[in-house]
């Protein structure tokens, strides 16, 4: 799976079904760092996850609105698809539009309560292993956390949650381990 640096002082979203099952998280930075990583919180609703991760000299990614994304923008999606971060830290990218915006659905093919939310669809290929990446916009922003495709492998209709989402379920995470709903 792949990740988003949410601060600079360690904290990091991504899916919660790149981790829920993981009894040790090891994160590999772009520079060759591997860093131990603690779970600070996992909604399965949401589908995201926080990590923290005790580092120095973090570049956190500049978040987007989510709200503002439109049919037709550049969409980029960054992640190590297929598990390539064991061999190469370096990330994958692969460049496509926002197909469109608002998308609801359950998470198939499992028992799952997941329930995907405003969705970004995006054509940018989203491959097992990019989950829990950022995808951004042509400003470099980060406006959805890739998380699913269609079928098991990419057919052009893959899904970001948005950055909007992905803020709110960051900040209860954090400070309380879990999202309360009403």
């Known amino acids: 799976g792949s990740g ?3 601060t600079s002082d360690g904290y990091i979203v991504t899916n919660a079904h790149v981790v829920q099952h993981a009894q040790r998280i090891r ?3 772009t520079d060759g760092r591997a860093l131990e990583s603690d779970v600070v919180g996992i909604d399965a609703i949401s589908d995201l996850a926080v ?3 005790e580092a120095d000299n973090l570049v956190e990614a500049e978040l ?10 550049w969409a980029i999606a960054i992640g190590n698809p297929l598990g390539l971060a064991v061999e190469d830290a370096q990330p994958a990218v692969t460049v496509g539009v926002v197909s469109a915006v608002g998308r609801d659905f ?4 499992s028992e799952s309560s997941t329930v995907y939310r405003n969705m970004i669809q995006t054509d940018a290929s989203i491959n097992p292993g990019n989950s829990g990446g950022p995808l951004v916009n042509a ?3 980060v406006v959805g956390i890739n998380t699913a495709i269609v079928g098991e492998s990419f057919h052009g209709l ?3 949650i948005p950055s909007s989402i992905a803020r709110e379920v960051y900040q209860d995470l ?9």
């Open 174 to 182: 954090k400070i309380t381990g879990n999202v309360a709903r009403g």
């Open 51 to 53: 990590l923290k991760v």
């Open 158 to 160: 893959s899904f970001a």
């Open 27 to 29: 994160v590999v930075l």
């Open 64 to 73: 987007g609105v989510s709200a503002d994304a439109m049919v037709g923008e």
């Open 4 to 6: 988003v640096i949410f």
């Open 139 to 141: 400003l470099g922003r």
């Open 106 to 109: 359950p998470r198939s093919g």
